[in-house]
């Protein structure tokens, strides 16, 4: 307990000094190319080599932790458990202070080895403890690769469309991090993710002709889910710029 | 409300229970379902299984540790709460009756699932048997209950050794935070245990179906659907017969667990974690907790 409140104690401390201030933040997409991005075994056990993985993103939002409810242990106390919502469609940060935000739509490249500097926006300095990331309306994602298994190949590619009643909104929780003068808000793609569970021989025959997949089967249901997975990104701040 | 207590609260021009006081009684109920099973309700509000299958449930026994009430100012109302054990199938009894609680809002409704204590205090006729299994292995929801399709009965016995807070509730009766003890009266307030978050296909669309499918698959021959058995369903995308042929299904975790669950059986534990509610369909937050 004495750990808590002291880890409490600390924390208020080191949040406050930009805890509310304007402050300049910058944004970076950069693929971490060394985490098996365009070659990788999935789940499924299938050997993949993409082509092209491009995502469709609407919007980011940085959120601070509610503390306006929670008391500064309670707060600590969630910042070291999970937090499930009780049903799809519900909005967990509804009314939650948004410090950090990006809202041009962009169209990200995954496999690109170059970093993406985009341009700074005003935020709010202060703790950050969940962002959420909206896909697109329509296509969301854009893949094409090969996959092998036991010597079988199967080209494929795919435009994923979500259905509408599916939410676009990708929720990250426990980021633990703050936003100050400078900090740099990275956004990166894991496509590895989207194709973690598809089985792509319940695909038609293997064959070297490129196989448009269908929402209708495994390997599209497979890649609805997976863009959507908090495992498809990751979103971290590099405090201090 | 006594005349020098008034004067008080002239004087000092804020009182947190400037209206008087009241009493609280917290009832507990699984819905019709925990006592009909599903389908359940008519027509439009029917709430049944996509795949076919009924549900007749025979035990719904869940373990309470905690409730707790305070305001958005943090005040507390350190309530006396024993631990409970009581078997939704059964009815809805009440739970714990507090009184004189300050009349007026307390913001801050939760609660908490836990395996039975030692002392638990046990509510309506749940067995020694079953008592000593949720405390041997911490569960603090067990389930018994009969599915049905037109090819098959399958037997369920499934133990979740859930461990959360169950905070921040919403009530569901008028969406405002918490509950309004009332002065001078009883003001009901109830833990609603929705069962049919356990058969959700996705927790990704506001309106999931429910299935039952790719679960009775996993049905050993000539024994009850244990919940570790859905183990054998790991790959959420493609979840297969016994045999591992295709169901062409999936289950759509979204972004509402975390971290995401990698096959049924986590699914399902992940699930019930969200299955406490406040007044019926209130929405709380949910927070593992250390076992």
């Excluded at chain 2, 974690?273 to 593992?288: I, M, V």
Aim: hydrophobic share 40%; proline share 4%; with cysteine.
């Amino acid at each position: 307990m004495r750990y808590l409140v002291l880890s409490a104690a600390l924390c208020a401390s080191c949040t406050s000094e930009t805890s509310g201030e304007r402050v300049q933040v910058d944004w970076v997409l950069d693929q971490d190319m060394g985490a098996e991005h365009a070659d990788f075994e999935t789940k499924t056990g299938y050997r993949v080599q993409l082509e092209e993985a491009r995502i469709e993103l609407a919007s980011v939002y940085l959120y601070a932790p509610p503390s306006a409810r929670l008391s500064a242990l309670a707060w600590l106390e969630r910042s070291v458990v999970s937090v499930a919502h009780a049903h799809g469609g519900i909005d967990n940060e509804k009314g939650r202070r948004v410090l950090a935000e990006w809202t041009k739509p962009m169209s990200i490249d995954a496999l690109d080895h170059v970093p993406v500097e985009l341009s700074g926006t005003s935020a709010e300095g202060g703790a950050v403890d969940a962002v959420k990331l909206l896909l697109r309306d329509g296509v969301v994602a854009h893949v094409r690769g090969e996959a092998e298994r036991d010597g079988e190949r199967w080209r494929f590619e795919a435009e994923v469309t979500p259905d509408e009643d599916v939410t676009r909104a990708v929720e990250l929780i426990e980021l633990e991090q703050t936003l100050q003068e400078r900090s740099v808000v990275h956004v990166r793609v894991q496509p590895k993710a989207w194709l973690d569970l598809c089985d792509f021989s319940q695909l038609e025959a293997a064959s070297e002709e490129l196989v448009r997949v269908e929402a209708d089967n495994q390997v599209g249901r497979a890649l609805s889910i997976g863009v959507r997975s908090p495992s498809a990104f990751v979103v971290y701040i590099d405090e201090e710029g | 409300m006594r005349p020098f207590l008034s004067i008080v609260c002239l004087a000092v021009g804020a009182c947190a229970s400037e209206s008087g006081e009241g009493t609280l009684s917290i009832r507990i109920s699984g819905e019709e379902a925990a006592q009909s099973g599903y389908p359940v309700g008519e027509g439009e509000d029917q709430i049944a299984l996509a795949d076919g299958w009924t549900l007749e449930f025979h035990k719904v026994i869940v373990s309470l540790t905690h409730f707790s009430l305070a305001t958005e100012d943090g005040e507390d109302a350190t309530l006396e709460v024993d631990p409970v054990v009581v078997d939704l199938h059964q009815g809805t009894p009440e739970l714990w009756r507090f009184d004189g609680l300050a009349a007026q809002r307390w913001e801050e409704v939760g609660y908490r699932y836990s395996k039975p204590r030692a002392d638990a205090r046990v509510v309506n006729d749940v067995s020694d048997e079953d008592l000593e299994l949720m405390q041997d292995e911490g569960y603090s929801l067990l389930i018994e209950a009969t599915a049905r399709s037109d090819r098959r009965d399958v037997e369920l016995k499934w133990g979740f050794p859930l461990a959360i807070d169950v905070l921040h509730c919403q009530n569901g009766l008028d969406g405002t935070d918490g509950i309004v003890v009332r002065d001078n009266a009883v003001t009901n307030g109830e833990i609603t245990v929705h069962l049919d978050h356990l058969f959700f296909d996705s927790y990704a669309t506001e309106e999931p179906n429910l299935r039952f499918d790719a679960m009775a698959e996993m049905t050993p021959d000539g024994r009850p659907l244990m919940l570790g058995a859905l183990r054998g369903q790991d790959n959420l995308s493609d979840l297969k017969s016994l045999t591992g042929k295709p169901l062409g299904l999936a289950y759509d975790p979204g972004s509402a667990f975390h971290p995401v669950p990698t096959n049924l059986e986590e699914y399902v534990i992940a699930a019930a974690e969200t299955t406490g509610h406040w007044n019926g369909e209130g929405h709380c937050e949910y927070h593992r907790i250390a076992r």
